[in-house]
């Protein structure tokens, strides 16, 4: 092999193992959408795991895109169609509910005591 094809082996395997991490961390999250309680997330968790495990001795660059391709697929179909989202996240239920007060507008903490000068 020549050091260009090297160096191009070696990014492609690179960006697979980036694309399979951010598909099992995407495919990890997910799960805690379907699931109800903590122990069958844990159980879906192991069998999520036992599925990417399997695969981990292949070594062939296009049985990789393949299998990649064909994971993708399979979370965008199983995908929850309403993910839960933390309260005071952007999109959650809490997010700017009590926004900053515009510049100009001011707080006045005296409770009607004023100054009488």
Same mark, same amino acid.
């Given at each position: ?8 082996? /070696? ?7 980036? =694309?399979? =991490?951010? %598909?099992?961390?995407? &495919?990890?999250?997910?799960? %805690?959408?379907? &699931?109800?309680?903590?122990?069958? /997330?844990?159980?879906? &968790? ?6 990417? #495990? ?12 393949? %299998? ?28 700017? =509910? ?14 009607? =005591?004023?100054?009488? #000068?």
């Amino acid at each position: 092999m020549s050091v260009t094809s090297t160096a191009g082996y /070696f990014a492609r395997r690179a960006a697979q193992r980036e =694309r399979v =991490r951010i %598909l099992y961390r995407r &495919a990890l999250k997910d799960k %805690l959408n379907w &699931a109800v309680h903590r122990h069958i /997330f844990y159980q879906d &968790a192991s069998e999520l795991r036992e599925r990417f #495990d399997a695969n981990k001795h292949v070594e062939d660059p296009d049985t990789i895109d393949r %299998l990649i391709a064909d994971g993708e697929a399979s979370y965008n179909k199983w995908r929850h169609p309403d993910p839960y989202i933390v309260p005071w996240a952007p999109g959650g239920s809490k997010f700017t =509910r009590n926004p900053i007060p515009p510049s100009g507008i001011e707080i006045v903490y005296n409770y009607g =005591r004023e100054d009488n #000068d």
